[in-house]
Antibody, heavy 117, light 112 residues
Framework: EVQLVESGGGLVQPGRSLRLSCTAS????????MSWFRQAPGKGLEWVAF??????????EYAASVKGRFTISRDDSKSIAYLQMNSLKTDDTGVYHC????????WGQGTLVTVSS | DVVMTQSPLSLPVTLGQPASISCRSS???????????LIWFQQRPGQSPRRLIY???NRDSGVPDRFSGSGSGTDFTLKISRVEAEDVGVYYC?????????FGQGTKVEIK
């Protein structure tokens, strides 16, 4: 059974950093491109970042709103995708979800990030 | 960026009646491989998004056959043939053809 479990969220002050993890199971993680999404409170869905599998270079794509501040990475030995978030802003507050990039067929339950002083 | 425009944004429906949601993209969603990467998600209150339809019209396993997707190019539709109480939630279209990936604003389906 495919499972994605996000962790690492919490309350953080503006300007600080946080690293989210997406732990995967039930499929061959190393072959799978992954994405992060977010949803601000009461708002719609927003795609945040994407990473290809190592077989396709492990290259990345970012939304303009996070480019230069967020970094997506992966550890295939642990089946984890990470989202390193630096220079956090209040607008980054929301629930962060990871998803398989096989058409975004499976999503995790999300982890809440609150950026506030 | 490709702008995805959904309508209506709010859809009150009587149980057992049909419902239809439109999604229009500002550019064609046909990819160079010939596929059209238009996805529909359902998000029930308090839950994560659930994929219903992929590549315009392919229904996911476990999705009731009252849900159907159609369209081409820049114009797409999600239809629910007979709305049931469990269909309450917000429905999003998303394009997976162009970078950055973008979503429609969401359509809130509620029971009258």
């Amino acid at each position: 059974e495919v499972q994605l479990v996000e962790s690492g969220g919490g309350l953080v002050q503006p300007g600080r950093s946080l690293r989210l993890s997406c732990t995967a199971s039930g499929f061959t993680f190393g072959d799978c491109p992954m994405s992060w999404f977010r949803q601000a409170p009461g708002k719609g869905l927003e795609w945040v970042a994407f990473i290809r599998s190592k077989g396709f270079g492990g290259t990345t794509e970012y939304a303009a709103s996070v480019k230069g501040r967020f970094t997506i990475s992966r550890d295939d030995s642990k089946s984890i995708a990470y989202l390193q978030m630096n220079s956090l802003k209040t607008d980054d507050t929301g629930v962060y979800h990871c998803s398989r990039n096989y058409g975004f067929d499976y999503w995790g339950q999300g982890t809440l990030v609150t950026v506030s002083s | 960026d490709v702008v995805m425009t959904q309508s209506p944004l709010s859809l009150p429906v009587t149980l057992g009646q049909p419902a239809s949601i439109s999604c229009r993209s500002s550019q064609s969603l046909v990819y160079s491989d010939g596929n059209t990467y238009l996805i529909w998600f359902q998000q029930r209150p308090g839950q994560s998004p659930r994929r219903l339809i992929y590549k315009v019209s392919n229904r996911d396993s476990g999705v009731p056959d009252r849900f159907s997707g159609s369209g081409s190019g820049t114009d797409f539709t999600l239809k629910i043939s007979r709305v049931e109480a469990e269909d309450v939630g917000v429905y999003y279209c998303m394009q997976g053809t162009h970078w950055p990936r973008t979503f429609g604003q969401g359509t809130k389906v509620e029971i009258k």
